[in-house]
């Protein structure tokens, strides 16, 4: 087992680009999250999913935009990059809610300039 | 509103001595709470948990103790080993919320040899 993988790990954007981060995992969980992570701070949760075809806000999600067409995968789109989105995001899955163990990936570290 | 906070930005202990981080957390409905440690360009991995049933669990080296009334958890590593330092986060979680994790900042520990 991979667990869950990510693409790429370091991106330097332009600020308006857009870009996909991909992310992927192989233990069929059902539950996928994007959390964000700037400097001195805790991890805060972007967007979820809960099942292919199933998404929802978390508590940052202005800027972004996920889809899940599939359990496997879920990429997390920005669209018009800012200075702001500088920050290192990971993706997690986990195969239920409360009391699951929520696995990451490694990160992807993105530079928007 | 940081629904849960870890005070101590970093925490410095010798080998073989005990470690303790704290987490501090604001909202009553949180039921479920882990801890997480990150390396270095790594993803955070699980490390224990404890349900608010409980007012302790151990596994191993380490063990997090829950103390409702002053919502106030904390992880106790012993003995600790240089191995052990990394950045430990706090996160809280209640039932229905679809798994999602409040993260705490982190604190990094660093165990001297």
């Known amino acids: 087992n991979a667990g869950v993988t990510q693409t790429p790990k370091f991106r330097i954007l332009k600020i308006g680009q857009s870009m996909t981060l991909q992310c992927a995992q192989d233990m069929n969980h059902n539950y996928m999250y994007w959390y964000r992570q700037d400097p001195g701070m805790g991890l805060k949760l972007i967007y979820y999913s809960v099942g292919a075809g199933i998404t929802d806000k978390g508590e940052v999600p202005n800027g972004y935009n996920v889809s899940r067409s599939t359990t496997e995968d879920f990429p997390l789109r920005l669209e018009l990059a800012a200075p702001s989105q500088t920050s290192v995001y990971f993706c997690?899955?986990?195969?239920?809610?409360?009391?699951?163990?929520?696995?990451f990936g490694p990160g992807t570290r993105l530079l928007v300039l | 509103d940081q629904q849960v906070k870890q005070n101590s930005p970093s925490l410095s202990v010798q080998e073989g001595r005990i470690s303790i981080l704290n987490c501090d957390y604001t909202n009553s409905m949180f039921d479920y709470f882990l801890w997480y440690k990150k390396y270095p360009a790594e993803g955070p991995t699980f490390l224990i948990s404890i349900s608010s049933i409980k007012d302790k669990n151990e596994d191993g080296r380490f063990t997090v103790f829950l103390n409702k009334s002053a919502k106030h958890l904390s992880l106790h590593i012993v003995p600790s080993q240089p191995g052990d330092s990394a950045v430990y986060f706090c996160a809280a979680s209640f039932s229905g919320n679809t798994g999602k994790l409040i993260f705490g900042q982190g604190t990094t520990l660093q165990v001297k040899p």
């Open positions: 997690a899955s986990s195969r239920n809610r409360v009391g699951e163990t929520q696995y």
